[in-house]
C-alpha cells in the first residue's frame, strides 16, 4: 500500500517523490531528474500490477475451497434434519460424515499424478466438477444408499481440489508474499464453513423434507465463478518448464514477479530443478511414486514434516468441531435446535475472522511463531472444554457451560491462525519440483484419513469415553504436536521454493531456520 502514498507524493512534490523513491530500493539510473523520475513511476506501476494480478489468481483459485468448506459446516445442522427426514441411524450418520474425508484419500493420491499430466489449472477444473456432480446427487436423494453415492463423488472431488489449490498457488507465488497467498484456501474454506453454519440456521424453518436438500443444493453457485475463474488464472510456470513449455513460463512469472531480473531468476532455478528431474528420468532412476515409497534420508525428513504436520492439523478434533458442534453445544447444556444452529454460526465467524490475522501475519513473523502460538493455545483450550464437560457431568454448572463454549471457539481461533493455514503452506513448499504435487497429494491424503478417523468414530468414543474425555485426548494430541513443530519444522520464511530445499540437506545446521520458544513470548509480550 506504500507505493501508491510513494505515486501520489512524487507527483505533488518531484523532489521529496525523488527521495522516496531512493527508499524503495530501485536502482538509480543516470540521467535527468524528470527521466529517473518516469523510471520509477512505471516500476512502481508495475509492482501494483503484479500484486494485483497474483492477488487476483489466489482469489478466483481459492474460490475452489469455498465448496468444500461449504459442505463441512452446512453438514453439521443438515444431519439433524437428515436423520429426521430418512430415518438414518447413529453409526449412518458418522458413516455420512466420516465417508467424504475418506474417499478423499483417493482423490487427493491421483490428484498428485493427474496434475503432473494435465497441468494444475486443469486438475481444479476436474475437481469442480467431480464435486459439484456429488453435491447435485445429494440434494436429490431418496435414500441413505443414493446420499452415500454422491457423498462419495463429492469425496473424490474434495480430495482433487483440496492438494492441489495451495500447491498451485504456491507455483505461482514470490517468495516475499507465497505464505499469505497460500493461506488464501484456508481463508475461503473457512468462509465456505460460516456460509454453511448461516445456510443452516436460514434454511431451518422450511419442512423437514425441504430444508436439508435446500441446504446442500446451495453449494453448487460457486461452480459459476469457478468456471469464470479458469479463463483468467495462468498455469503454473512450474508445471510449464516441465513439459518443456519455457517460453510460456517465462510470460507467466513476468507476470506474477514485480522485476523482470527476479523473475528470470526464478525461471533459471525452476529450470535447473527440473532438468535435475528430467535427467533422472532419462538415466532410468526410479519414477516419483516408489521413491516416494522407498526415500532418500532427504526426502524423508521432507516426507515426516509434510505428511505429519497435516496430520497434527485434523488429529487434535477440529473436524469433529465443525461436524459436530451442535452435538457439543448440547452437552454443553445449550438446548434447542435454533439456539445450537445459532451458536455454530457464532463459532463460525469466530474461525473465519482469525484467519485473516494469519494473512498479515504469516510472511511478517514466520511460519514457526505462529505454529508455537496456534498449537500451545489449542493445547489449552482443549484441554479447558474437557474440564468445564466434566464439571457439567458432575452437575457442578456455574460459569462451566459458558467456559466451554468460549474455549471451543478459543480453539478454533488458535487453529486458524497457525496449523489450520500454515499446514497447507508448508505441505506445498518444501518439496523438491520433482516431487512435489505427488508429495504434497500423501500429505493431503495424510489430513483425509485422520479427518475420517476422527469424524467416523467422534459420537462412538465420546460415547465410550465421554465427550469431555474425548477432549482431553485430543488435548494430548495437541500437546505432542508442539514437540513436534518444535523438532522437525524448520522456517520457510522469505525463501524461494528452489532454496527451500537446502534447510533439509542438514537437520543440525538450518541457520534461520529455527525458531527458538524466546523468540515467541518476545512475539506474544509486542
Not at 29 to 55: M, N
Not at 268 to 276: H, K, P, R, S, Y
Not at 329 to 338: E, Q, R, T
Not at 398 to 412: D, Q
Request: contains cysteine; aromatic residues 10%; neutral net charge.
Amino acid at each position: 500500500m506504500g507505493s501508491v502514498g510513494t505515486g501520489e507524493n512524487a507527483r505533488a512534490d518531484p523532489r521529496k517523490g525523488m527521495k522516496e523513491y531512493k527508499k524503495t530500493g530501485f536502482e538509480i539510473e543516470d540521467g535527468d531528474f524528470e527521466d529517473d523520475l518516469v523510471h520509477y513511476q512505471q516500476q512502481l506501476e508495475r509492482r501494483r500490477s503484479t500484486r494485483r494480478y497474483v492477488f487476483a489468481c489466489a482469489v478466483f483459485v481459492s474460490l475452489n475451497t469455498v465448496i468444500l468448506g461449504y459442505d463441512g459446516g452446512v453438514m453439521s445442522g443438515a444431519i439433524i434434519f437428515i436423520q429426521e427426514d430418512l430415518r438414518i441411524t447413529e453409526v449412518q450418520i458418522e458413516v455420512l460424515v466420516g465417508s467424504l474425508s475418506v474417499i478423499s484419500l483417493f482423490g487427493s493420491i491421483a490428484g498428485g499424478r493427474t496434475s503432473d499430466i494435465i497441468g494444475r489449472k486443469w486438475t481444479m477444473a476436474l475437481a469442480a466438477v467431480v464435486f459439484q456432480v456429488g453435491i447435485a446427487v445429494m440434494t436429490f436423494a431418496d435414500s441413505f444408499l443414493v446420499l452415500m453415492i454422491g457423498r462419495l463423488l463429492a469425496g473424490v472431488g474434495m480430495g482433487f481440489g483440496g492438494m492441489i489449490t495451495s500447491l498451485y498457488i504456491a507455483e505461482i507465488s514470490p517468495a516475499i508474499s507465497r505464505g499469505t497467498l497460500t493461506s488464501f484456501p484456508e481463508i475461503f474454506v473457512n468462509l465456505g464453513i460460516l456460509l454453511g453454519y448461516i445456510s443452516n440456521y436460514v434454511f431451518a424453518g422450511l419442512s423437514v423434507h425441504i430444508n436439508w436438500r435446500v441446504m446442500l443444493g446451495v453449494g453448487i453457485l460457486p461452480s459459476v465463478f469457478i468456471g469464470f475463474a479458469l479463463f483468467v488464472i495462468p498455469e503454473s510456470p512450474r508445471w510449464l518448464v516441465m513439459q518443456n513449455r519455457v517460453e510460456e513460463a517465462r510470460l507467466v512469472l513476468l507476470k506474477t514477479h514485480e522485476d523482470e531480473r527476479e523473475a528470470e531468476e526464478r525461471l533459471a532455478e525452476i529450470q535447473l530443478a527440473a532438468g535435475a528431474g528430467n535427467n533422472a528420468r532419462r538415466y532410468g532412476e526410479k519414477p516419483v511414486w516408489r521413491e516416494l515409497l522407498c526415500p532418500s534420508p532427504l526426502l524423508r525428513r521432507m516426507l515426516i514434516t509434510g505428511i505429519g504436520i497435516q496430520c497434527f492439523q485434523q488429529i487434535t478434533g477440529i473436524d469433529a468441531i465443525v461436524y459436530y458442534s451442535p452435538e457439543i453445544f448440547k452437552d454443553a447444556g445449550m438446548k434447542g435446535n435454533s439456539n445450537l444452529l445459532a451458536a455454530t454460526v457464532a463459532m463460525g465467524i469466530t474461525k473465519t475472522s482469525f484467519i485473516l490475522v494469519a494473512i498479515f501475519l504469516i510472511d511478517k513473523l514466520g511460519r514457526k511463531p505462529l505454529l508455537y502460538i496456534c498449537t500451545i493455545g489449542m493445547t489449552v483450550c482443549l484441554f479447558s472444554v474437557g474440564v468445564s464437560l466434566s464439571l457439567l457431568k458432575e452437575g457442578v454448572a456455574g460459569v462451566a457451560p459458558l467456559l466451554a463454549i468460549l474455549s471451543v471457539c478459543g480453539n478454533v481461533a488458535f487453529f486458524s491462525v497457525g496449523i489450520g493455514p500454515i499446514s497447507w503452506v508448508l505441505s506445498s513448499e518444501i518439496f523438491p519440483l520433482r516431487y512435489r504435487a505427488q508429495a504434497a497429494a500423501l500429505g493431503a491424503a495424510g489430513n483425509r484419513v485422520c479427518s475420517g478417523l476422527i469424524s467416523m468414530s467422534f459420537l462412538s468414543v465420546s460415547r465410550a469415553i465421554t465427550v469431555a474425555g474425548t477432549f482431553f485426548l485430543f488435548a494430548a494430541l495437541s500437546a505432542a504436536s508442539v514437540a513436534f513443530v518444535y523438532a522437525l519444522v524448520p522456517e520457510t520464511r522469505g525463501r524461494s521454493l528452489e532454496q527451500i530445499e537446502s534447510l533439509f540437506e542438514n537437520p543440525h545446521d538450518q541457520k534461520g531456520s529455527h525458531v527458538e520458544m524466546e523468540d515467541v513470548e518476545h512475539l506474544v509480550q509486542k
